[in-house]
């Protein structure tokens, strides 16, 4: 073949998955790498998220006192997903997050704390670590920084992957990329995928996540299913397709989101009838389908004083305060006025559910009962979104991709949206921080595993 350009590792996708590669096959030295972007202006789900990453075994956590373990991690994941996600490579993962998080502080410079601000329900462990404005926009900058700095790698913004090229006996040789008019072959001895997952592709999501196929989407644009449709086309296999982490407190007049302290830290949501209609400490996962199911798809979050001061500092709620998505209101009158509520059915729901909190039972079933609500209220209309889709090109401990036989597609690998992840094929297997364990960790063992095999090869 005739090639443009010729490199070691072609990474496809910039974002959280991808720059990690980029940077650790490039800090690890000896390998030429190029990153392909489609376009670094549109934000990624990296910066959109939230910004913590779940990892055990830190010396954070050790220095509050906190006795975690990998294995404890992987069980916490499988518990969620059912055990439907791979042991294996769960716990893999999980047995490097702890470095991970090592590397981001003292080698990427990322300032890390642990989140100690709400309880993540289904962790045994406060094990997530974030930035301190807890978004994932600095986070991003940094890894896009350090990568266009470092001069082992090429990095091509505005120079969308177009497709694999493969030789006659499947092998992935290269990769064709760049803009209509001026697409190049670039050669390359290992491709990784990593161009995030398919929750902004209509037709993929019709296809295998028809329930929220209609749903809001608050995930990242960019994130339209080539990289997994190419790796099908390579013989590779998917997994997990009907996967994903639905979003509930999403504030649709206003494009932000509460930030999920909001509700666990004592807030409740009601439908337009003014009741309450699910406990409240089910997964934000769970949450996304639970509202997009009410009728208009909506609810009205509410929350008190108490619970708005422990996460009013975050990204999210600074967001939403500035874009005047958060009404405060002194008594339940107005925020029954504010959304259009029933006033008494309003008053009533609040006095049940203070009275559930007090007797420590709930009708609906909630167990995380904090504290009774009191004036005065914050409220957002709020609906069921999807955030991001978590199935994908099926992968071994490594990141390579695999075929329906098991043996892997020569070459190729694939990380963060684009690969299987380990949230099973609901969104209740969705735990928090499975979405950067396989963008973060994973791209973190790629980059290795791509460099040891580049060295063997040698
Ligand atoms: C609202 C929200 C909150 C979240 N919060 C958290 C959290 O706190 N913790 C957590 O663990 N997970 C969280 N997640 C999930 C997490 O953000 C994702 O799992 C992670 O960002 C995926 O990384 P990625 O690299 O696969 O995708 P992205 O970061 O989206 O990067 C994909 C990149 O590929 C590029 N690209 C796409 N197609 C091409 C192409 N053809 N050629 C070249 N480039 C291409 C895109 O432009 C983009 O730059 C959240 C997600 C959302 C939506």
């Not at 001026?182 to 290992?190: D, E, L, T």
């Not at 592709?201 to 080539?226: D, K, R, V």
């Not at 996967?243 to 949501?269: C, E, F, K, M, S």
Request: aromatic fraction near 6%.
């Amino acid at each position: 073949m005739d090639w443009d350009i010729s490199t070691d590792v072609v990474v496809v996708g910039a974002g959280g998955c991808g720059a990690v590669v980029a940077l650790t096959a490039a800090m690890l030295g000896g390998v030429d790498v190029v990153l392909l972007e489609k376009d670094a202006s549109v934000p990624t789900n990296t910066d959109m998220s939230t910004g913590v990453i779940a990892a055990a075994g830190t010396r954070l956590q050790r220095a509050a006192g906190i006795p975690d373990t990998p294995e404890v991690y992987a069980a916490d994941i499988l518990r969620k997903n059912g055990g439907t996600s791979d042991p294996a490579l769960t716990l893999a993962l999980c047995q490097r997050s702890a470095d991970v998080i090592h590397w981001f502080i003292d080698e990427l410079g990322i300032p890390l704390e642990l989140e100690t601000e709400i309880t993540r329900f289904d962790h045994t462990y406060l094990r997530m670590h974030g930035h301190p404005t807890r978004s994932g926009v600095p986070i991003m900058q940094a890894l896009r920084e350090r990568v266009g700095a470092l001069p082992g790698v090429r990095y091509l913004d505005r120079t969308p992957g177009r497709g694999l090229l493969s030789d006659a006996a499947g092998a992935v040789v290269g990769v064709l990329a760049g803009p209509d008019g001026a697409v190049r072959r670039i050669a390359a001895q290992r491709v990784v995928l990593a161009t995030g997952g398919f929750g902004a592709n209509c037709e993929l999501l019709a296809a295998h996540i028809p329930e929220m196929a209609q749903a809001p989407y608050f995930g990242a644009p960019s994130n339209t299913g080539e990289g997994i449709v190419w790796g099908l086309e390579a013989g590779a296999m998917l997994a997990h397709m009907a996967g994903y982490q639905g979003l509930g407190y999403v504030v649709p007049d206003h494009n932000t989101r509460l930030h999920p302290g909001a509700i666990t830290g004592g807030g409740i949501i009601v439908n337009l009838a003014a009741r309450r209609f699910e406990r409240e400490d089910l997964g934000y996962s769970e949450w996304g389908r639970v509202l997009h199911g009410q009728p208009g798809g909506v609810g009205v979050a509410i929350w008190d004083e108490e619970a708005h001061r422990a996460v009013a500092w975050t990204a999210q709620m600074v967001e939403s305060q500035q874009a005047g998505a958060l009404a405060r209101c002194e008594t339940v009158g107005e925020v029954a006025q504010r959304f259009g509520l029933d006033v008494a059915t309003l008053a009533e729901t609040l006095a049940a559910y203070n009275r559930a909190v007090a007797e420590g039972r709930d009708p609906l079933g909630r167990r995380k009962l904090p504290k009774q609500l009191i004036p005065p209220y914050y409220a957002a209309r709020v609906c069921g979104a999807l955030a991001h889709t978590q199935g994908g090109l099926r992968i071994d401990l490594h990141g390579r991709v695999l075929r329906p036989d098991g043996r892997p597609v020569p070459n190729l690998y694939a990380g963060g949206g684009t690969a299987a992840a380990i949230s099973g094929d609901t969104p209740e297997g969705y735990l928090s921080g499975n979405g950067f364990l396989t963008t973060f960790v994973l791209g973190r063992i790629i980059g290795e595993h791509v460099v040891a095999a580049l060295r063997r090869a040698m």
